[in-house]
T-cell receptor
Framework: GENVEQHPSTLSVQEGDSAVIKCTYS??????FPWYKQELGKRPQLIID?????GEKKDQRIAVTLNKTAKHFSLHITETQPEDSAVYFC????????????FGKGTRLSVIA | DTAVSQTPKYLVTQMGNDKSIKCEQN?????MYWYKQDSKKFLKIMFS???????INETVPNRFSPKSPDKAHLNLHINSLELGDSAVYFC???????????FGSGTRLTVV
């Protein structure tokens, strides 16, 4: 089955700096890669996703890149703000059938004002 | 109008007890899931149901028994609770093919 590795496990940045979180996946058949943000005591919420027919996707201050050959994808947050502080999860799955999302172990991002 | 709702939000119980967590979604999704999030925040799939049928059981002890009376509901019953069952349990649902994945607000289970 799919296995997703995520790094780093914790990340501290100064407000205004950029943050990058990286993930690798094992199943070359996976073709859907979402990112979730989980604030303290809240549910994980989708912030951006990318499918394997696209190499990069951007939504305001967040962007995701995908390298299918190397089987890795990354989340980039620019101009970080204190409200970006949360745990971020990457995930992967085959975007057909009923296979569930397999999550990385999460990255705790702290943005220091 | 909550999309995926779970009850209860908090559950504190003694070892050996039996408890249930309920989940309902009003999104018209075909597939529902249970995930366990441990103290290290790792989100691990437990079960996946599609149109009331069990699709995936990820080596979960048989003390855990999911039940799906209809495609809008997926409940989780846990027998003989153990200390290691303490975690946050999230229900989620998605459309056919896994799109539109949405989580419930979670149930924090504490076994004492």
């Amino acid at each position: 089955g799919e296995n997703v590795e995520q790094h780093p496990s914790t990340l501290s940045v100064q407000e205004g700096d950029s943050a990058v979180i990286k993930c690798t996946y094992s199943d070359s058949a996976s073709n859907y890669f979402p990112w979730y943000k989980q604030e303290l005591g809240k549910r994980p919420q989708l912030i951006i996703d990318i499918r394997s027919n696209v190499g990069e996707k951007k939504d305001q201050r967040i962007a995701v890149t995908l390298n299918k050959t190397a089987k890795h994808f990354s989340l980039h947050i620019t101009e970080t703000q204190p409200e970006d502080s949360a745990v971020y999860f990457c995930a992967a799955r085959l975007d057909s059938g009923n296979t569930p999302l397999v999550f990385g172990k999460g990255t705790r991002l702290s943005v220091i004002a | 109008d909550t999309a995926v709702s779970q009850t209860p939000k908090y559950l504190v119980t003694q070892m050996g007890n039996d408890k249930s967590i309920k989940c309902e979604q009003n999104l018209g999704h075909d597939t529902m899931y249970w995930y366990k999030q441990d103290s290290k925040k790792f989100l691990k799939i437990m079960f996946s149901y599609n149109n009331k049928e069990l699709i995936i059981n990820e080596t979960v002890p048989n003390r855990f028994s999911p039940k799906s009376p209809d495609k809008a509901h997926l409940n989780l019953h846990i027998n003989s609770l153990e200390l290691g069952d303490s975690a946050v349990y999230f229900c989620a649902s998605s459309r056919a093919g896994g799109r539109g994945y949405t989580f419930g607000s979670g149930t924090r289970l504490t076994v004492v």
